[in-house]
């Protein structure tokens, strides 16, 4: 019995002594932490440091004696499971687009307005809550992970490490790297590679992740990134959001995200735009937020004006409110400002290392970094959103932030030149010498709806322009022409020829600087509206022409021959021939009253026409005494002395 008592203290004493001289002696080589010994195998898991016997410190993020446990995501320590409302990742690189691809995966990639997501559609999306693919996008490594709840085959993509660049870190290694197709690693060739595939891997910090290159060939090595090294300022993991869930830890739902970019399209200078609607609703902001002020700044504020029910000071109810935007460019070009919208939330939590509480929509904090002095502030974040704490008294400060900004963009673009219309004007047929063709407007415009016109001048031109006229018009030379309205320029069309005529109307414009154009078309007609034979000399005949005067023949009408002196109004309705002395002629024009030739429609002058009212005639006859007789557009009229003078003879007609 003493003998077995003396085998157990000695076996105690033993393992005393080797337990004391791994905590002494031994511990400049090594330290247990639960069964396994520091130097030999990985402990505390991966994610703390042997501190002692079966101790562990645990890295930040991580819990439990053997630092197992996830106790928090993120830098900002959020809760595990991101509110439930996500998953948490290692991302390095958020928010971005591209084309996100591998063998077999194609994905299309587009940065949430969030500004925490990185949403793909596509061929090979993960189908279940957890799983993911691997691809590259924009050169950079990545997964994309399945979104929780997600219907619509979406997964959110998170970056690891770029995986193309230059890797060096162990004496003498220098090692160009391309990504490798869907993988997070990178083919490596240069000079250091190892040396075989029993050489140990290579360590080998590329784009700044560390990670080790491993024996592939001669002249070749695949490098792997470390386990859980990320890049970027996310570098102890976040929280991967799901669909509609927002902020660093996921605790904001979103349902109508404030837009931070909006565009309107081409505006006239000087006109205004449509109003856009943003809108805040309480998804966005807490039940406690007040708006504290709603600004405009950047480069051309005073090109977009505000409107809408949010108004600096107020509350939100619980509907929400609106910021309507006006975009009114007052030059052309590119166009942009900045809308900002402050907003002051009661909020309770941890902002730095200040705690804070929400009461009757006041923020008060307290705490070692509490602003000294009246007109200081510190600046916290505070539930996810980044604020300001301003001093209160020794002991205290108030918290205020949240709020929105838009970029403003939009183009102003030149007002449309002035508009004349008609741009061609055809007249038609008239008769030669026409002075009562109709007159037709052409119409200037000013399309501008806030600027007036300045009018320069307004000509004809071309070839035939004397056979046109401008009448009275309101485009005077010079003149102003108001925004949005228009003026006419009468044109009347009175050819000199048979046949086709034209000219063209020009306007100038001098604010702003236009050449304006009508092209004016018509055709002079002429028409023989009267013959008459010479009862003395039948082979004589004498034909009226409506734009050309007196012509006679003297062969039967095969040959004629124009008067030497025609009629000053060459518009002849008729011919007579005064019986008792053929020598003597009389002819009815239209607009000129009657003519008379003593010399056989050799000569001709305008009868004195005394009492003749009208001198539209479209008829005229003789009889055998000579007393003539006319039609006119105001009746007959008679003429018992050739044409000296005449009386109206109406009695009856209508």
């Known amino acids: 019995m003493n003998h077995r008592l003396t085998i157990i203290r000695a076996a105690l004493c033993a393992c005393a002594l080797f337990l004391l001289t791994l905590t002494t002696a031994g511990k400049a080589r090594a330290e247990i932490c639960w069964g396994k010994v520091c130097d030999a195998s990985v402990c505390c898991s991966g994610h703390g440091t042997c501190t002692g016997f079966n101790e562990c410190t645990c890295d930040t993020r991580y819990a439990g004696k053997e630092c197992a446990t996830i106790a928090s995501c993120g830098n900002s320590s959020c809760p595990a499971n991101c509110h439930g409302n996500g998953l948490c990742g290692n991302p390095s690189i958020v928010a971005t687009s591209g084309t996100c691809s591998a063998t077999g995966v194609s994905l299309t990639c587009t940065a949430d307005t969030t500004g925490f997501l990185t949403l793909c559609t596509g061929t090979g999306v993960p189908t279940s809550d957890g799983t993911s693919v691997i691809c590259t996008m924009n050169d950079v490594a990545g997964t994309c992970t399945h979104l929780l709840t997600s219907t619509d085959g979406t997964c959110n993509w998170t970056g690891a490490a770029k995986t193309t660049g230059t890797c060096t870190n162990d004496a003498g290694l220098s090692l160009t790297c391309t990504a490798v197709d869907g993988k997070l690693t990178a083919n490596c060739t240069g000079t250091g590679v190892p040396a ?48 509609g869930y927002g902020g660093p830890c996921c605790e904001t739902e979103i349902i109508s995200p404030w837009p931070t970019a909006l565009n309107f399209d081409g505006i006239v200078v000087g006109s205004s735009s449509l109003a856009r609607s943003l809108t805040f609703t309480n998804q966005i902001l807490a039940s406690s937020a007040s708006i504290s002020a709603i600004a405009l700044t950047g480069a051309n504020p005073g090109d977009f004006t505000l409107g809408g029910t949010c108004a600096a000071g107020g509350s939100v109810a619980a509907a929400g409110c609106t910021v309507d935007v006006t975009f009114t460019p007052t030059a052309t070009g590119s166009r942009s400002a900045t809308l900002s919208v402050a907003v002051t939330e009661a909020e309770t939590g941890v902002c730095g290392d200040l705690k804070c509480t929400a009461s009757s929509g006041i923020t008060s904090c307290t705490g070692t970094s509490v602003p000294a002095a009246a007109g200081e502030t510190v600046s916290c974040t505070l539930n996810g959103v980044a604020g300001t704490c301003a001093y209160a008294s020794a002991s205290k400060c108030l918290w205020t932030g949240g709020g929105m900004t838009s970029s403003l963009t939009g183009a102003g673009i030149a007002a449309p030149s002035a508009a004349l219309a008609p741009a061609a004007l055809d007249f038609g047929r008239v008769t030669v010498g026409a002075t009562d063709s109709a007159s037709f407007a052409v119409t200037l415009t000013n399309p501008s709806a806030s600027t007036a016109m300045t009018i320069g001048t307004v000509t004809l031109s071309g070839g035939n322009s004397a056979d046109f006229t401008l009448g009275s018009r309101t485009c005077g030379d010079g003149g102003a022409l108001a925004a949005a309205s228009s003026c006419a320029v009468p044109v009347t069309f009175t050819p000199t020829a048979a046949g086709s005529r034209s000219a063209t109307l020009t306007v100038t414009t001098t604010s702003p600087v236009a050449t304006l154009t009508t092209t004016l078309t018509g055709a002079g007609v002429i028409s023989t509206d009267s013959v008459v034979i010479d009862p003395v000399t039948s082979t004589t005949l004498y034909a009226g022409l409506n734009g050309a005067g007196v012509y006679k023949s003297m062969d039967n009408g095969v040959n004629w021959t124009a008067a030497t002196k025609q009629p000053a109004n060459t518009r002849i309705k008729a011919v007579v021939i005064d019986k008792s002395d053929t020598t003597k002629l009389y002819a009815a024009t239209y607009g000129g009253g009657v003519f008379a030739s003593a010399d056989s429609g050799v000569n001709w002058s305008a009868c004195a026409n005394n009492g003749l009212t009208n001198l539209n005639l479209v008829s005229l006859v003789i009889d055998a005494s000579g007393k003539l007789y006319a039609g006119t557009e105001a009746g007959v009229f008679v003429s018992n002395d050739g044409c000296a003078t005449w009386t109206a003879m109406n009695g009856g007609l209508p």
């Open 196 to 243: 075989s595939s029993t050489a140990t891997a290579k360590n080998c910090a590329l784009n700044g992740v560390a990670g080790t290159c491993a024996y592939s060939s001669s002249t070749a090595c695949i490098w792997t990134g470390a386990a859980g090294t990320a890049t970027g300022a996310n570098l102890a993991g976040a929280c991967l959001c799901k669909k």
